[in-house]
Each structure stands twice: as structure tokens, then as C-alpha cells.
């Protein structure tokens, strides 16, 4: 079992910066690839980046690629999401999940509770 909590989030301007910290318990957690998502107002929940268990092996989406950073410390039992360069439209909660590298959210086993990320003009 791996309760994973969301922090970090908050207000920005356009063409800032955020961290995103994922908190997870379990000693397990080092064993588990896992992931970030958003959902805006209205939308479906999508897929943002993964990384494998050992934190080697990551993939993103096409509108976060070169501007979004995901990591991952198993000593520390966290995983990261470096946010740059931010626009109003990646303006989303933000969840991160355990259990797979995949794009699709029924990949996943665990999921956390979320932040809210907002960009403003």
C-alpha cells in the first residue's frame, strides 16, 4: 500500500517557475514507476510525465516537454515535477500516482489527493 501527498502548488505568473513535491509512504516506493497528471476545469484528467522505479528512464507529454523536469529520491521517498516556464493553460490540479510509466490514469494503482497549479497572464 503507498499513500502519496501532493505539495507545492500555488499562484504564478506566466513564464515562472513551481516545484511539485509528492510525499509518498511505504517501503515499497522505491519498486514503483509512477507519474504526474492535471486536470483543468471541464477536462479529462492527462497525463503530464513518468519515470521509472529507479528514476532513469522518463517520458512526457508534448506540451510540457523541454519545460517540465520529473525526478525522483527514493531515499527521500519523493517524487518531483520542476515546472518552468509556465503558461496560463498549464493552469490544472496536479496528481501524482504510482504503479506504472503509462499515459493512461487505469494504469495506475495509487493516487494522490492533488494541488491546485495556477498561471496567470
Known amino acids: 500500500q503507498v499513500q502519496l501527498v501532493e505539495s507545492g502548488g500555488g499562484l504564478v505568473q506566466a513564464g515562472g517557475s513551481l516545484r511539485l513535491s509528492c510525499a509518498a509512504s511505504g517501503r515499497t516506493f522505491g519498486r514503483y514507476a509512477m507519474g504526474w497528471f492535471r486536470q483543468a476545469p471541464g477536462k479529462e484528467r492527462e497525463f503530464v510525465a513518468s519515470i521509472n522505479w529507479s528514476g532513469t528512464r522518463t517520458s512526457y507529454a508534448d506540451s510540457v516537454k523541454g519545460r517540465f523536469t520529473i525526478s525522483k529520491d527514493n531515499a527521500k521517498n519523493t517524487l518531483y515535477l520542476q515546472m518552468n516556464s509556465l503558461k496560463p493553460e498549464d493552469t490544472a490540479v496536479y496528481y501524482c500516482?504510482?504503479?506504472?510509466?503509462?499515459?493512461?490514469?487505469?494504469?495506475?494503482?495509487?493516487w494522490g489527493q492533488g494541488t491546485q497549479v495556477t498561471v496567470s497572464s
Open positions: 500516482a504510482a504503479g506504472s510509466l503509462a499515459t493512461n490514469t487505469t494504469e495506475y494503482d495509487y
